[in-house]
């Protein structure tokens, strides 16, 4: 058993040298400067009309094999929500408070590396307030203990949300009565949510290009977005909900940066 | 003595308080011979454990001050440095830190990572020192060492591997597994001295085959030759696999955990021998130093005794004999009789007696080689100091010292407690770099200053029992900042006509605000518009004012201040009338640049079990705190937040009565921020009270 660990480790390692995955220079934006804050955010690219392409009580799903970038992605779209002043509540089932704190400065980092860096500590300072972190085990998040949580906070006159991001809510089995119930609390609440959801290269997709781990609960998606690495490119295919921009070019994701950015 | 570099550890015992590192550090001594007999912390028995060498330490039971004692364990030199658990006392740890080569990160089975173990994490990545894990009190009811080791990976990132599993948990905790010698260790004796090696307990057989697999899975990933054993399927000698875990130990990419109970008196040995298999000598490492002729260009230093001395003392104490100065020699060796220097202040420093430390008690020894640490006597230094050889003018890196941000008036009961809290005063501030003392030149009144209440409780409890010196203090006072938001232009003229010599003098330029600076002043004037010979002057007046800022007499920080034009009269212009004009330059700019007053944010972490996370939030969010985040660990949860200190004051009476004692919280200086408007509106009137009564 071990000597296949070994073997399989091996392999592994050989696979993360593959050219394919090397890191090219992300593309510096000329248009970001001082006065003017232009955002690169995914939302930006993907609302239509200034509104938001998830509605009240509506469930968003960002999908991806693991290491692609989803959950800077997903950050991307909490900081685009920060950034309108809406309360973001991030629960991550992965990452302790900390490095939920680090993602979100990395990658203000790389939205704003451009800006006046006054005005971009000043920017995050007064965006800090909009956010609370909760993490859990994975084991431990059940929609009871959610809502306990929740009241907790709105009760004490400590945060109200606007909108739920929530990282690495186990979808290999998804419990579809457990999802149904999260989202009612969702819609009671007036709240929405995003998700990430980590499919698997060896699970062959459905015949709409839906992942597996989606398929029994897809109904309850109002918008899935899918993070696709093709060579040394990752394309931001939207498979549900939302249409791209008018005349904005084709997404992708930096491979330096994992920041959101047009087909150039 | 040994002297053999390759024999030698310099270590650190790091854990959150209460993990019972004290009681590792005595059983240490002890299984060393060091000591003769085992004392139990807090003084049950009168004496208190051997290396809390304050009287203070031994009431409550903690560690303030890191006390260098050094022992031997199976051919080897261990040098211990036993570092203070309490947030408030950072300073200290990251002081030892700085000189250890590798540290024992001793965690509690029941309590598993806390926010102090986060924190002094940070601090042992900072300074890239190598660990081993220690899981302690492996007796307590509800240990579980391994979700301790899920934690290790989990909270702080380690990619830590068990090296052992229990013989029973709690109640029935009798010995451990050695899963590289693949037998069980029970510890017999009256203290556990005597070690029985037996075959592993057959329902233990499974678990430890495959906790070996794991640790040979781990720790192949540094060594080739441990992964072309395994893939051949040849023999996996114990020493092929101490060296790859070594290697993974020392870049600190893998952390092996031991477990025990020091206090039970099991598994302490086996630590010993891990430190010397696994933990790095002086030579490992590559220590830096910083040439101040080259404009501060890092240097290496070598661990060898031919090369020109380069020391750091780091750490001071007030023995019976005078100073004793605490020492690491990175470079050459200090020896009776040498000459060395203090290159901060250029001094020569004759070195007389050398001793070796074992707590209070000590071994005279004729020199310290490299890498070894040791203490001086007789010599005036501070804390931080670089001793070195003539003609080396290198300094150890210096340390990050945040300024202190809380501060209290002191004023002695009599006057022999005055003499005494001089001299006190004296001894802490060259200790404790972040323990600052002054005397208020307009009320006369000594004012203390620290890192926090506790911090400060501490020194005047010591001033107590240490220098019989009993004094009233005065309400703990927040440390607020005076700055400027935006850029603004003076340009003010001085003028006297009041017969005789006149004064004359015009100041122009503008203020703006700086990030990372305290002041920065520039002097842009062209064409002699301000005589060169008053520039200082004018220097020295902008400095006096920032002293006291001018909207609420506190320090004004984060200024530039550029002069770019003036003027001057042949005869009235002097240094007098350029420093009256650039006082007044200042408070014309100073009111233009929308002055605010800032106060010291702390970074709270609370840990409370899950039930009274609501109320504890709620307590934050009243205390003007902004809750960062809660972090859900089943029955306990950790919230952290940035909170204003202002507000932190009794704070620990008030968690205590909202969680019925059962949460705990730690506090470290995180930034300065701006007061809300009406908090400010509220210092002002205070300040306003105040100078009304002193009238």
Known sequence: ?264 | MITDTKKVRNIGISAHIDSGKTTLTERILYYTQRIHAIHEIKGKDGVGATMDSMELEKERGITIASAATSCQWKGHEINIIDTPGHVDFTIEVERALRVLDGAVLVLCSVGGVQSQSITVDQQMKRYKVPSVAFINKCDRNGANPFRVIDQLEEKLAHNAIAMQIPIGLEADFSGVVDLIAMKAIYFDGENGETLRYEEIPARLVEEAEDRREQLIDAASMFSNDLTEAVLEETEISDELLYSAIRNGALTRKLTPVFMGSAYKNKGVQPLLDAITLLLPCPADITNEALDLDRDEVPVPLLCDDAKPVVALAFKLEDGQYGQLTYVRVYQGKLAKGDTIYNVRTGKKVKVGRLVRMHADQMEDIEWIPAGFIGALFGIDCASGDTFAARGINLTMTSMFIPEPVISLAISPNDHKSEINMTKALSRFTKEDPTFKAHVNQETGETIISGMGELHIEVYIERMKREYQSNVTTGMPQVAYRETITRKAEFDYIHKKQTGGAGQYGRVAGYLEPVDDEEFVFENQVKGGSIPSQFISACEKSFRNCIRKGPAMEYPVTGIRVVINDGASHSVDSSEMAFQAAARGAFLQGYAKASPVIREPIMKVVVETPTEYQGSVMGSLNQRRGMIVGSQDEGVQSVIEAHVPLAEMFGYSTTLRSLTQGKAQFTMEFSTYKEIPRGIAEELHKKANDKKRDVA
């Open chain 1, 1 to 264: 058993m071990l000597k296949n660990s070994i073997k399989k480790r091996t392999i592994k390692s050989g696979m993360l040298r593959d050219p394919e995955m090397g890191i090219t220079p992300g593309r510096k934006d000329s248009t970001m400067h001082n006065n003017d804050i232009t955002l690169r955010t995914p939302l930006r690219f993907l609302e239509s009309e200034n509104q938001d392409i998830l509605k009240e009580g509506g469930f968003g799903a960002i999908l991806a094999r693991a290491g692609v970038g989803k959950t800077a992605f997903l950050i991307q779209i909490a900081l685009d929500y920060l950034l309108m002043n809406r309360n973001v509540l991030y629960i991550s089932l992965n990452d302790p408070v900390e490095k939920v704190c680090l993602w979100y400065e990395e990658v203000y980092r790389n939205i704003s590396k451009s800006w006046d860096k006054k005005q971009a500590k000043d920017q995050w300072d007064s965006l800090l307030p909009y956010r609370f972190i909760m993490t859990f085990k994975v084991e431990g998040f059940t929609i009871p203990i959610l809502e306990e949580r929740l009241n907790d906070l709105t009760e004490q006159g400590v945060f109200s949300p606007h909108v739920l991001v929530i990282d690495g809510y186990p979808f290999d089995e998804p419990d579809e009565k457990n999802l149904s119930n999260l989202k009612n609390l969702v819609k009671q609440r007036s709240l929405k949510a995003w998700f990430t959801v980590r499919t698997h290269r060896h699970k062959e997709p459905g015949p709409d290009g839906m992942p597996v781990s989606l398929l029994t609960v897809k109904d309850l998606f109002d918008v899935i977005i899918q993070l696709q690495p093709i060579g040394s490119e990752t394309h931001v295919n939207i498979l549900k909900g939302a249409t791209q921009t008018e005349g904005v070019p084709e997404l992708l994701l930096d491979p330096a940066t994992l920041m959101v950015k047009n087909k150039s």
